[in-house]
């Protein structure tokens, strides 16, 4: 379906207001695609109707539907089984001393989608009773996405949601075949929360992050709206905690506000101000 520049802009704007995200010339064709149950449900056929539509006053409805169409959710449990092998091996048990004290931590998901990023930290978690044994795992994941957020919420999965990412061993052992779907344990769920909510908004509740997942969420910024968002991100990690973004996804000429971790994996560290001020002295662009 041909998606003339007028229709594309409309929409690209509406998303760009909402989420930050840019429809960019090279993702056009995502308008028909992602949009064609939304046309049905309508009674449409064409793309310049919905942009009718949706200059039409008070369609705040339609736009929240156009928006949670043209967002991409996709995920799956242990998304790059080898990142959560250097938190399970590397990350988390360096928490663990620099939080003997308080056996407490506080772990962001952040554009956790349906919640699969969350809950395979519980599980990692789960699957290391003696370690975190007394300990308060808080892990809060959030989403823009009001729909991805209300299924995060359910811990309900189908069985196509199920087989991707996990074994038979984790399965069974974390989740519980119910009419509706596999329904995770109580003990994983207990250690997650969920919200709605931009990550270019204020961070959530309690504000400050041992460890900060943020894993292809901020592909489809723009430059500057990255820049805000490791702004954001940096206000809330712990000045010794750790942000894991996705594979092949970086910091490096984006934000002076993080650094590479020795454990790569796409993990970075809060950088210092002392060592930002010579950054920004030799690259001004990251100023
Ligand atoms: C591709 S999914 C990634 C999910 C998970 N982090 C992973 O790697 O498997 C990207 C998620 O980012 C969310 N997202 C996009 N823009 C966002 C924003 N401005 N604030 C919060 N979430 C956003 C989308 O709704 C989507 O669920």
């Not at 028909?32 to 449900?41: D, I, M, N, V, Y």
């Not at 349906?114 to 990692?124: I, K, N, P, R, Y």
């Amino acid at each position: 379906m041909a998606v003339n520049d007028a229709s594309h802009r409309i929409i690209g704007d509406l998303l760009t207001r909402k989420t930050g995200q840019q429809l960019t010339e090279g993702r056009r064709w995502r308008i028909s695609t992602a949009l064609g149950g939304l046309f049905r449900e309508l009674g449409i056929d064409n793309v310049d109707q919905l942009a009718c539509l949706l200059g039409r006053p008070g369609e705040h409805h339609l736009a929240t539907k156009v928006v949670e169409a043209l967002l991409n959710n996709e995920t799956y449990f242990f998304r790059d089984h080898a990142y959560f092998s250097v938190l399970a091996d590397q990350v988390l048990p360096e928490l663990a001393l620099k939080r003997k004290n308080t056996r407490r931590l506080a772990i962001w998901s952040a554009g956790c989608s349906t919640g699969q990023e969350a809950l395979s930290l519980a599980m990692t978690f789960a699957e290391q009773p003696g370690r975190w044994q007394d300990w308060h795992i808080d892990i809060i994941g959030t989403d823009i996405s009001g729909k991805a957020v209300a299924t995060a919420k359910t811990g309900c999965y189908s069985q196509f949601e199920i087989q991707r990412g996990i074994g038979v061993a984790q399965m069974l052992n974390f989740f519980s075949e119910t009419p509706r779907g596999w329904q995770a344990a109580d003990r994983i769920c207990a250690m997650t929360r969920f919200q709605q909510r931009n990550v270019l908004d204020c961070p959530p509740s309690p504000g400050r992050f041992d460890l900060i997942l943020c894993r292809n969420v901020l592909l489809y910024f723009d430059p500057e709206t990255r820049r805000r968002a490791f702004d954001r991100l940096a206000s809330a990690t712990a000045r010794d905690g750790f942000l894991m973004m996705g594979a092949g996804e970086t910091v490096h000429g984006q934000t002076d506000r993080f650094e590479a971790a020795e454990y790569g994996s796409s993990l970075y560290v809060p950088r210092s101000e002392a060592v930002r001020v010579r950054t920004r002295s030799e690259n001004p662009a990251l100023a």
